[in-house]
């Protein structure tokens, strides 16, 4: 059984996260600063034997050691980041700030403090607007927003303590995540989350487009085992993994399968196209499967009907 330092343990991911890795035995000791994370998404956890916690900010860097330096932690999951490609369009420096700058802190927290491997939250957004899909992890990474330039320099950060110091480094490329505790409240949230939130009003979802773009959705609680076995197993070595279903579905899709869950629900009107919305993301989910022994389990339509019984929020 592993230490675990989770970083970002009261979000939509880290929660879920942290929960998985109590079920499986393991000691974790959570971190959150609350700019987005919820007290609430830890309530399950709180009251475990085996689970502590500190509010801080990962970006302070003598907090953040001395936390780790407490703890020795043997895996490091690397979740607390800005989550949104158009909040760092609005606000870059707090992009690089939250999602760049806390990453050489969190490799050094490891290094100095005998973690032996760094699991890091990237997104499919190092790809940019690709050519191929689905993507491989060697397709050419073009990222066209603050967010995705953060997060392939991250990578590229934890590699280099992977070479010099021997650390095993996973960076997970997340695809679109939706499930319980994604919070629906704001502009930035996941688009699930934002048409459940209007259909239970009795609201109709607003499709920005023809609704023709595609995502591979994939559940936070297969993401979350994908963290867990990247944090936990042994026999794993460095690299980064697409985590993702490779299926994917189309917003009118999403919504034809989400007005099933709410009889009655009004029909979706459409608006403008996002400004730099990618038209199709959906990753390979080869090396996952080959590197870590992950593949998902959870379909889109059970997935989605968990969300509505779990009441989405
Ligand atoms: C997702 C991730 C992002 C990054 C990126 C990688 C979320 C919230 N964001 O961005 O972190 O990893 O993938 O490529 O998971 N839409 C509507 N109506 C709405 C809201 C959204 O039609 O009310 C559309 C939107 O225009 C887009 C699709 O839904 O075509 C998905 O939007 P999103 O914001 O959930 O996620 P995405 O793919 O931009």
């Excluded at 916690?53 to 690397?78: G, K, N, S, Y």
């Excluded at 997060?151 to 499930?179: D, M, P």
């Excluded at 688009?191 to 009003?201: G, R």
Aim: proline share 7%; charged share 20%; net charge neutral.
């Amino acid at each position: 059984m592993s230490r675990v330092l989770v970083t970002g343990a009261a979000g939509f991911i880290g929660s879920h996260t942290t929960e998985q890795l109590l079920a499986a035995g393991h000691t974790v000791c959570g971190v959150d600063n609350f700019r987005t994370g919820r007290a609430e998404n830890l309530a399950p956890a709180a009251c475990h034997p085996r689970f502590t916690f500190q509010e801080l900010d990962v970006a302070d860097a003598p907090a953040f050691d001395t936390l780790a330096a407490r703890f020795a932690p043997e895996a490091i999951v690397h979740l607390a980041a800005l989550v949104s490609v158009p909040e760092s369009i609005a606000d870059p420096a707090l992009n690089y700030r939250l999602n760049l700058h806390a990453t050489p802190i969190v490799a050094e927290a490891a290094r100095k403090h005998g973690a032996r491997r760094i699991v890091f939250a990237s997104s499919a957004a190092v790809y940019g607007d690709v050519a191929e899909t689905p993507t491989a992890e060697t397709a050419v990474k073009n990222p066209i927003s603050p967010y995705g330039a953060a997060k392939l320099a991250s990578e590229i950060v934890l590699l280099g303590h992977a070479g010099a110091f021997g650390l095993t480094v996973r960076s997970q490329r997340y695809f679109n995540v939706y499930g319980p505790r994604q919070d629906p409240r704001s502009p930035y949230s996941g688009v699930i989350s934002i048409f459940c939130q209007k259909l239970a009003a009795g609201e109709a979802p607003v499709i920005f487009g023809d609704g023709g773009q595609t995502r591979d959705f994939i559940s936070v609680h297969d993401v979350a085992r994908a963290n867990v076995i990247a944090a936990t197993r042994r026999d794993v070595q460095s690299g980064p993994a697409n985590i993702c279903t490779g299926k994917a579905a189309s917003l009118n899709e999403l919504v034809a399968i989400l007005r099933r869950q709410f009889p009655g629900a009004p029909a979706p009107v459409h608006g403008p196209a996002r400004d730099g919305d990618i038209r199709h993301s959906l990753g390979d989910p080869g090396a996952a499967a080959n590197e870590l022994g992950f593949s998902p389990r959870v379909s889109l339509a059970d997935g989605l009907a968990e969300l509505v019984r779990a009441g989405w929020g």
